[in-house]
């Protein structure tokens, strides 16, 4: 009901007199409370029962959630960043530096958080860009990827994340992107579940899962690493799934990145690996290709680089 008609009403129970004013205003209390409301209700994620929940600030615009279920079995980490947050950017594994564990690449590259990065098969898949410079094109490229892409920061600051159409097949980079991984399949479109026509049981039945979501206002972005293949700990989730729990964070569009044995997520400020990797050889699987987090290192002025070499001096004489 809008002002207006509300307004209306009250000028005419005025005119019918006090004594009937109280009838009327029950019937318009009945009316109102009849009008279906809009659900303010978060969408629902893939837990069922026995669901917990914790959420840890590591730093100014990034937090760590880690949801665990007993219905169906899955243990997840979820870093949710506001890309708004000053201080930050992405980085994605150089052509030169691929092939490592993410725990080898965010000590490498300084990464304040490192994920494992693209689906990939075979030596790597999909369109790879780091720092603007395009990977080979790899053999084994899938039908109906999509990618995501990474640039700097726009006129108010905030970091651009894109999630592209998936019937855009890139070979060269858009101009604002720097970074970009390959994914798939694509899990969430326009606030909508998106089901996935590949039959394939990396994609239908449960398993360790890496995963990226995009707000709709793309102020937020959500990575999380879903463990797998582990019995009394977590069994994984299939790819719808991991679309509803993305959408129950707050997701608008959201991506499927390598999962399986890769799935790694490293932070080394709480000990390095955050996550239970499934992979049997080793504590972590060597990966193609990475996601970091890093933290953008301040310019110094002129001023300060001018004076740089006499405060060294003077630090070396007071023997620091």
């Not at 169906?72 to 691929?98: C, Q, S």
């Not at 304040?112 to 080979?136: D, K, Q």
């Not at 080394?268 to 193609?288: F, H, I, M, Q, T």
């Not at 301040?298 to 001018?306: E, T």
Request: hydrophobic share 40%; proline share 6%; net charge positive.
């Amino acid at each position: 009901m809008n002002f207006d008609v509300f307004l209306s009403f009250l000028l005419y129970m005025s005119d019918m007199g006090i004594a009937k004013m109280g009838a009327c205003a029950a019937c318009l209390v009945l009316a109102m409370a009849a009008c279906p409301r809009p659900s303010t209700a978060a969408p629902k994620g893939p837990c069922e029962k026995g669901g917990s929940h914790e959420s840890k600030k590591l730093d100014a615009g990034i937090v760590l959630h880690e949801e665990s279920c007993t219905d169906p079995e899955y243990h997840a980490f979820i870093v949710e960043m506001d890309l708004d947050a000053p201080g930050w950017d992405f980085t994605v594994t150089p052509y030169k530096n691929r092939r490592r564990t993410t725990s080898s690449f965010a000590e490498k590259f300084g990464a304040y958080l490192a994920f494992n990065g693209g689906f990939w098969g075979g030596e790597w898949g999909g369109f790879t860009v780091s720092n603007s410079e395009v990977w080979p094109k790899n053999a084994e490229d899938f039908d109906s990827s999509t990618v995501v892409g990474f640039g700097s920061r726009d006129a108010s600051g905030r970091l651009r994340v894109e999630i592209r159409p998936t019937e855009e097949m890139l070979t060269e980079p858009l101009p604002w992107m720097r970074h970009a991984l390959t994914g798939i399949p694509l899990l969430l479109d326009q606030g909508q579940q998106v089901e996935t026509q590949i039959e394939h049981t990396l994609f239908v039945h449960k398993h360790p899962r890496t995963a990226l979501g995009l707000s709709k206002d793309r102020d937020t972005v959500w990575i999380c690493v879903i463990d797998g293949r582990q019995k009394g700990w977590s069994k994984g989730l299939k790819t719808s799934q991991v679309g509803r729990l993305l959408r129950s964070y707050g997701a608008w569009s959201a991506l499927n990145l390598d999962g399986g044995s890769s799935s790694t997520l490293v932070v080394p400020s709480l000990g390095g690996l955050v996550n239970n990797p499934c992979y049997k050889k080793a504590d972590e699987r060597a990966v193609p290709n990475h996601l970091g987090i890093v933290r953008v290192k301040k310019k110094k002025g002129p001023l300060a680089r001018l004076l740089s070499p006499f405060a060294a001096l003077l630090a070396l004489a007071r023997g620091v």
